[in-house]
C-alpha cells in the first residue's frame, strides 16, 4: 500500500471507531483484530487487556462513554511506515470522576490492507 492508502485506512478506521461504526470497521480490519489496551484489571495492569474482535471493540467504547467525562483528544498526529500507522495524541478527561491526562501511542499493524491490530501506550502526565 502507498503511504496515502495508509493514512486513508487510518481515517477510516479513526473516523469508524468515533462513531462505534460496526460495519465500517468490520471494512477496514482484520478478522483476528485484536485491541491490546494500556492498562487492564487492577491486578494485570502492566500487561493491559487484550481485546479480541470488533464485537469487544465496540462494548469498550460504550463502557467509555457511560464512565468517562469531558474527554479532549488533542495534538493528533497520524504516519505510516511501512505496513504500519503510528498514531500519537494527548487524551483528558474524566473517568467516573477521576481525572486523567495522558500522552498516546496506538500502533496499528496492516496485512493485506487491512489492520490487524491496536496496541495502546500512554504515559500519564502529572
Same mark, same amino acid.
Given at each position: 500500500m502507498t503511504k496515502r492508502e495508509m493514512l486513508n485506512l487510518m481515517e477510516q478506521?479513526?473516523?469508524a471507531y468515533?462513531?462505534?461504526?460496526? +460495519?465500517t470497521l468490520l471494512r477496514v480490519t482484520s478478522d483476528d483484530f485484536e485491541w491490546h489496551q494500556h492498562a487492564g484489571a487492577a491486578d494485570d495492569r502492566p500487561l493491559g487487556r487484550v481485546l479480541e474482535g470488533i464485537d469487544a471493540l465496540i462494548e469498550e467504547i460504550q463502557?467509555?462513554?457511560e464512565h468517562w467525562q469531558d474527554v479532549k483528544y488533542e495534538n493528533? +498526529?497520524?504516519r505510516s511506515a511501512g505496513d504500519l500507522l503510528v498514531q500519537t495524541f494527548t487524551v483528558s478527561g474524566q473517568e467516573d470522576g477521576e481525572p486523567f491526562h495522558a500522552k498516546a501511542v496506538d500502533l496499528y499493524p496492516v496485512r493485506d490492507g487491512l489492520?490487524?491490530?491496536k496496541d495502546t501506550y500512554w504515559k500519564y502526565v502529572g
Open positions: 478506521f479513526r473516523v468515533g462513531r462505534a461504526d460496526r +460495519e463502557w467509555r462513554r493528533l +498526529e497520524e489492520i490487524t491490530r
